[in-house]
């Protein structure tokens, strides 16, 4: 029904920037992009909703990052700047049809994509 696939991934020097895609198929959800490094849980960075009018985000990384949205081309970004070896992680994007409490909940989204690694090297 939806497919969600991340790209953009890679290594980059502490201090440097990246920036994340995620094409996907089916209509305008609310959009979402977590990580998970080894042993931790997945968290929530940033999250925009259908008409991208309205932005949300960690507080580790607001000031930071920056979501964005091109409904034409149906794909989410996340632009990464001043990235740390902390920000180390599978990172993933995420889709919801409604939201029934915070957008910072995993359970919030019944969409996935596989993952793209980041990692920053100090």
């Known amino acids: 029904q939806v497919q969600l696939v991340e790209s953009g991934g890679g290594s980059v020097q502490a201090g440097g920037s990246l920036k994340l895609s995620c094409a996907a198929s089916g209509r305008a959800f609310t959009m979402a992009w977590f990580r998970q490094a080894p042993g931790k849980e997945r968290e929530f960075l940033a999250g925009?909703?259908?008409?991208?009018?309205?932005?949300y985000y960690a507080d580790s990384v607001k000031g930071r990052f920056t979501i964005s949205r091109d409904n034409a081309k149906n794909t989410v970004y996340l632009q990464m700047n001043s990235l740390q070896p902390e920000d180390t992680a599978l990172y993933y994007c995420?889709?919801?049809?409604?939201?029934?409490?915070?957008?910072?909940?995993?359970?919030?989204?019944?969409?996935w994509g596989q993952g793209t690694q980041v990692t920053v090297s100090s």
């Open positions: 925009i909703r259908e008409n991208g009018g309205r932005t």
């Open positions: 995420a889709g919801a049809a409604y939201l029934l409490a915070s957008m910072m909940q995993r359970s919030q989204y019944a969409y």
